[in-house]
């Protein structure tokens, strides 16, 4: 099953069933990225390692966010109440897969928190989020909408304008919420016997009062990987939906009772007809819309003949670093997006920061 992307991360298409809306990320070809630095021009190319380029280089939505999750205080009503009413406890809205965002002083871009005993205590919509290193909790709060108005100069954004704007923390915070917050949406029935579920764990469970179920987030692993040949050039796609000129990495989602290395190699045959021997994994990245974890991968073609299937890929090429880098100068190949792992994957291979755009 192809992975779905109209978006920011790949070029496949297609997606779970309950992707629904939001479009899903990006299964292949194009992301982009966060503030590249340098990296060496070998890195990730050809079809051996992981990419050592990647090491110490946060992509965004990867990096660690230096929340410890503490899960083990889901389920204690007691701890949850005491650590919701502490004085140094913040609390930020999630709705519609937005957050209120705002600009600081010194020119940082921060996600929007207020002191939780300053919030409605509305436990039916309160995820626990986890703890920073300073001790602060942290709760988001499930609402229709965002609050109409905070400070002056906050506004809403989604993930794909904050991930690149915010720290590795509020990112964090903001993922791990707007995850939550898309599985709980679509998750509102029992699948074992219809009946209605309810909240539970802080936002961690979905519990069927009708037949005793439990059931937890979804997560959809989906690979994304860009292929290079023994000649050193990049294998791009286009997806049917794209714009001309839009080309990212192949990407796709894995299917039942199968491996994630053979996800690899069946995504890349079916979509560009290429085959693919080596596969090393480089990072994933979560990208919840409304599920998906982007499992980033370098893959080695043996084969470069390509033939694309024409339902999700209506051209695939063969890119030498200098034939990318005249395409991007004449317009002819738009740069990636900035906040997915399908441009840290290309970047990789580049060896040098790609010219980007926003989300
Ligand atoms: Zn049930």
Not at 77 to 85: D, G, I, N
Request: glycine residues 10%; contains cysteine; hydrophobic residues 35%.
């Amino acid at each position: 099953m192809p992975a779905d992307t109209t978006d920011a991360n790949a070029a496949a298409t297609g997606g779970p069933a309950d992707s629904q809306g939001e479009p899903e990320p990006a299964v292949t070809a194009s992301t982009t990225e966060r503030e590249p630095t340098d990296s060496s021009p070998t890195d990730g190319a050809g079809s051996s390692g992981p990419a050592s380029g990647l090491a110490g280089r946060p992509v965004a939505l990867t990096a660690p966010s230096g929340i410890d999750r503490s899960a083990h205080h889901r389920l204690d009503e007691a701890w949850l109440a005491a650590a919701w009413s502490h004085p140094t406890t913040r609390c930020f809205v999630v709705s519609g897969g937005q957050v209120l965002i705002d600009e600081t002083p010194d020119g940082r871009t921060e996600l929007v928190t207020t002191p939780s005993f300053e919030a409605p205590l509305t436990e039916a919509h309160r995820y626990f989020l986890g703890t920073d290193d300073d001790g602060v909790r942290y709760f988001a709060l499930q609402r229709d909408a965002l609050p109409g108005r905070m400070d002056q100069s906050a506004r809403p954004a989604g993930l794909r304008e904050a991930g690149l704007l915010l720290s590795d923390r509020d990112a964090g915070l903001m993922v791990h919420a707007v995850a939550l917050e898309n599985w709980q949406r679509l998750h509102r029935f029992c699948s074992r016997c219809g009946g209605k579920t309810v909240i539970a764990a802080a936002g961690h469970v979905r519990r069927c009062p009708k037949c005793g179920a439990e059931h937890y987030p979804r997560t959809d692993p989906a690979v994304i990987m860009a292929v290079t040949d023994d000649d050193d050039r990049i294998l791009l796609g286009r997806q049917v939906h794209w714009p001309e000129g839009r080309f990212s990495t192949l990407a796709g989602f894995v299917e039942p009772g199968e491996s994630i290395e053979a996800a690899v190699r069946r995504e890349v045959f079916e979509e560009a007809g290429v085959v693919v021997g080596d596969v090393s994994y480089v990072a994933s990245q979560p990208w919840p819309f409304p599920s998906s974890l982007m499992l980033g991968f370098m893959a080695h073609a043996t084969t470069t003949h390509t033939e694309v299937d024409g339902e999700e890929i209506s051209e695939a090429r063969w890119f030498s670093r200098d034939e990318l880098t005249a395409a991007f100068a004449s317009g002819e190949v738009l740069p990636p997006f900035g906040i997915s792992i399908a441009a840290r994957l290309i970047e990789t291979w580049y060896g040098r920061p790609l010219p980007t755009r926003g989300a």
